[in-house]
């Protein structure tokens, strides 16, 4: 019995040194390096509190300040620790409040005599070290003391474990790329202390591919960028952070791939970052169409402004038109019709100007007649034109037809209107009385 028992301890102990053995080998190399931890001792005005009670209701406070401008408000408070000596017994309790808003920290019994520790007074000092002027001290209060008891809390002291972390950003000494072929870029670096590095790059300032260099804290190494293609232009941002994660970047670089051996690349640390990107919509007007171009702000900052270059069909690219830096639209009102145009938008600082931001290629239709019946012609649309030519005479028509028939029932109306006031006319004619039928009636009428 006892050989197996001794088998399984045996068998036990092997399974957790491989576990032990495998998880060393799966843990992150990239451990933080420890930052040095302080332990402060802060002495509190006054050191010493005597109480003391006459019967079992009352209630007797003293308070304290402790002075922590000496930790710096940036600390990394790790724990506090309020200490002090209890000389003397009591059925009763002491309170710990703030000062400043008479909130209660801790209860403690004091019930026996000897040194008291709380841990619970450290949001309330954490928010002294961060604003000294909330800081009030705080406020010892006994209750239900015994008769003639009398106790003294002594050497009362605040011990604070913080560390002060590092907000330096780290420094790429070095940064060297050579193309060792065609298809393949190395990048090799060195910093002035130990970080962890990764690369962002792509054929523009969007950076589409993302790869990690060394994943171990080191202060220099090599980044290897594979599957490129040959002779193209590429943008490249390098990152750096170290164990306290403050990061370094580079500004946007530019290599170029070439065929062949070992060769320097050609790089290019830039200031100043090109729109990301460049959208352009074409609007038709009266008689043309506009092209109304907008890009995305550069990322860089502090920049003088935009300029917009345009090219015509397959020639040189020109400065079209140039902006301040909160302009980031433009409307191009003198495209012609059947016409392809190219844009391209760069800023620019001072003398320092980006690389180009995406272009894009505009092709204007045929009809520069947008709304005419010329531009349905030349578009192909003869069937729909002569459709809408013979409809517009039709109405024309219809409507002349509608206007000369209520004209003449308009007149036909008139006529009778006046036939009719005529004949009352004569009929009312004091001549008529007098000479009597030698005319018809029907004949004065028509006269």
């Known amino acids: 019995m006892r050989k ?3 088998a399984l301890v045996i068998v036990i102990l092997l399974s957790q040194s491989a576990l032990t053995a495998n998880a060393q080998e799966i843990e992150p190399s990239a451990t933080p390096v420890p930052q040095e931890i302080i332990n402060k001792v802060v002495k509190t005005t006054p050191a010493d509190i005597l109480v003391s009670g006459v019967n079992k ?4 406070s003293g308070e304290i300040v402790a002075d922590f401008t000496e930790i710096p408000p940036s600390a990394e408070v ?3 620790d309020l200490i002090f000596n209890q000389v003397g017994t009591s059925e009763g309790i002491i309170k710990l409040l703030n000062k400043r808003s008479f909130s209660i920290i801790d209860s403690i ?6 040194i008291k520790t709380t841990t619970r007074v450290d949001t309330t000092v954490k928010e002294w070290i961060t604003n000294p002027e909330k800081n009030f001290g705080l406020v010892f209060q006994t209750s239900e003391l015994g008769n003639d008891s009398e106790i003294t809390f002594s050497d009362i002291t605040f011990n604070v474990e913080y560390y002060l972390p590092d907000r330096t950003n780290p420094e790429i000494t070095k940064l060297d790329i050579k193309i060792v072929d065609a298809f393949t870029t190395q ?5 002035n202390e130990p970080v962890t590095v990764n690369v962002k790059y792509g054929k523009t300032s969007n950076y589409d591919k993302d790869v990690a260099g060394e994943i171990e804290f080191a202060d220099s190494g090599v980044v290897r960028l594979t599957d490129l293609s040959e002779n193209i232009t590429y943008h490249m941002k390098f990152f750096a952070k170290d164990s306290s994660g403050n990061t370094t970047e580079t500004a946007n670089t530019v290599f170029t791939t070439n065929k062949g051996t070992t060769t320097n690349a050609i790089t ?3 200031a100043v970052l090109a729109p990301r990107l460049l959208n352009y919509e074409i609007v038709p007007e009266k008689s043309h169409y506009n092209v109304e171009l907008a890009w995305s702000k550069s990322e860089s900052t502090n920049i003088t402004g935009y300029v917009l270059f345009r090219n015509t069909g397959d020639g040189e690219y020109s400065e079209y038109s140039r902006f301040d830096s909160a302009v980031t639209r433009y409307t191009d009102t003198k495209a012609e019709s059947n016409t392809t145009y190219s844009y391209y938008v760069i800023a620019y600082s001072g003398t320092v100007q980006s690389s180009r931001s995406p272009v894009v290629q505009v092709k204007i239709p045929e009809s520069s007649n947008v709304l005419g019946i010329d531009s349905m012609f030349e578009r192909g649309n003869s069937n729909l034109a002569i459709f809408f030519i013979l409809s517009g005479f039709a109405i024309l028509l ?3 037809y509608f206007v000369w028939k209520k004209v003449r029932l308009n007149m036909a109306y008139n006529e009778k209107i006046n036939r009719h006031s005529r004949l009352h006319n004569v009929l009312h004619d004091p001549d008529y009385y007098i000479n009597g039928y030698e005319d018809s009636v029907i004949e004065k009428v028509s006269d």
Not at 57 to 60: E, T, V
Not at 109 to 114: C, K, P, T, V
Not at 187 to 191: A, V
């Open 78 to 80: 790790l724990d506090i």
């Open 398 to 400: 219809g409507v002349s």
């Open 187 to 191: 990048i090799q670096w060195e910093t």
């Open 109 to 114: 019994s004091l019930g026996r005599e000897g």
């Open 57 to 60: 209701s009352n209630q007797l």
């Open 268 to 270: 290019e640390d830039q």
């Open 4 to 6: 197996l028992f001794n």
